[in-house]
């Protein structure tokens, strides 16, 4: 009697593309048009701000004028309504001007081009065998968080090696600090994949090396 032998396992099963190429450039397109709403949103924040920012200056000076007159008219150590009306007025527009200065100079809204190019240099480079799962890009790019899977960890360094050499990324660090295989599925089959997390280096850690 012949006894037949499985030799078949679940895990030299071809995989299933779970993303065609399709589905790819469909969230690829919604991406872009996402971050060119986003950004034109903010540079109309931008365009308000500095137009407030030239009002405000605009009255500062005004009520910097009526305070030297309102002085010379009534002298310095003369007090009156109208005088402290002037200085009231004089402090609010202060406060204003500066908490708009505040947000321009905090650099809120300094990555005018938006995030698009760092889209751009993660397509271009893809790597088959890689598909990034997340992503957390901070301000203007200064700090950026990527995360992924592979069925390959071998590619992962050569994907970082490419990602730096995009325009882009000039002067970025990467560095990967996460590499892990997730837990075996039910029936003790293995994934056929690892899941890696890296970021760029900060200022404080290129301190410390």
Known sequence: MMQQINLYRPI?????????????????????????????????????????????????????????DATRQFGPGAKSKLLEDQVADLEKQIAARLRVRDL?????????TGYSDFFVAFARQHISGIWLTGFDITGAGENMRLQGRTNDPALVPRYV?????????????????????????????????????????????????
């Open 161 to 209: 090696q490419r990602l730096s050499a995009e325009q882009a990324l000039a002067g970025k660090e990467f560095q990967v600090f996460t590499l892990s295989r997730p837990p075996e599925k039910d029936g003790g089959a293995a994934v056929p994949y690892v899941d890696f997390l890296f970021r760029t280096a900060s200022a404080k850690d290129a301190g410390k090396s």
């Open 104 to 112: 321009l100079g905090r650099g809120l809204f300094s990555n005018t």
């Open 12 to 68: 030299f099963r071809r995989q299933e593309k779970k993303f065609s190429a399709l589905a790819m450039l469909q969230a690829g397109a919604a991406i872009a048009i996402g971050i060119a709403i986003i950004y034109g949103l903010l540079w109309w924040q931008v365009r308000d701000l500095r137009q407030e920012l030239r009002q405000t200056d605009a009255r500062l000076a005004a009520s910097t004028k009526r305070l030297d």
